[in-house]
């Protein structure tokens, strides 16, 4: 099975700030990742897949990148919305696995 | 606008049985693979099952293989999860999902709860 791990478990980030999150596989995926956004109490959501593509009405203040074993969740400028716990998950092959996740959270 | 609405989580003892169900609507249910997800308290998503668009192609996690049987009904837009001697390790959030491995769309999740 591909184990994905995520790195920090969790930030803290000022509104405005630049956050990174991280993301590796123990093999590699090519750009079969994906990442998703929860909030406290609800169901994740799927915001980046493919590795880079934003799904359709995911702000542009997101971007992933990063391809083969090490994957790279960026908000450019995050906003009091976007504090939550976020989830990638590699959809290369069976069994599907998810990352531990990062939350992050406001300083 | 898609909706999947999930029911029949509950408390049921170990070594018990239970079926969950989805209830989709806003997009053709019969041409989508199907998933179920879960999430047991303070951890992430876990991937439970999986199933092709005519039921013909399923998959599971090693865990489960054997104990759970995905399934789907098209005519109704609903997909099943039935789950057999379960156990406390299977609390859990039971999420309905769109997708085979990009899980595109979440219901709002059903609570199983094994316990004594």
């Known amino acids: 099975d591909i184990q994905m791990t995520q790195s920090p478990s969790s930030l803290s980030a000022s509104v405005g700030d630049r956050v990174t999150i991280t993301c590796r596989a123990t093999q590699s995926i090519t750009t079969n990742l994906i990442w998703y956004q929860q909030k406290v109490g609800k169901a994740p959501k799927f915001l980046i897949y493919?590795?880079?593509s934003l799904q359709r009405g995911v702000p542009s203040r997101f971007a992933g990148s990063g391809s083969g074993t090490d994957f790279t969740l960026t908000i450019s400028s995050v906003q009091p919305e976007d504090f939550a716990t976020y989830y990638c998950q590699q959809n290369n092959s069976m069994p599907r696995t998810f990352g531990g996740g990062t939350t992050v959270e406001i300083k | 606008e898609v909706q999947l609405v999930e029911s029949g989580g509950g408390l049921v003892q170990p070594g018990g049985s239970l079926r969950v169900s989805c209830a989709a609507s806003?997009?053709?249910?019969?041409?989508?693979?199907m998933s179920w997800v879960r999430q047991a308290p303070g951890k992430g998503p876990e991937w439970v099952a999986s199933?092709?668009?005519?039921?013909?192609?399923?998959y599971y996690v090693d865990s489960v293989k054997g104990r759970f049987t995905i399934s789907r009904d098209n005519a109704k837009k609903s997909l099943y999860l039935q789950m057999n001697s379960l156990r406390a390790e299977d609390t859990a959030v039971y999420y309905c999902?769109?997708?085979?491995?990009?899980?595109?769309?979440w219901g709002q999740g059903t609570l199983v709860t094994v316990s004594s």
């Open positions: 806003g997009f053709t249910f019969s041409n989508s693979w």
């Open positions: 493919a590795a880079s």
């Open positions: 999902t769109t997708g085979g491995g990009n899980f595109g769309n």
């Open positions: 199933i092709k668009q005519d039921g013909t192609d399923k």
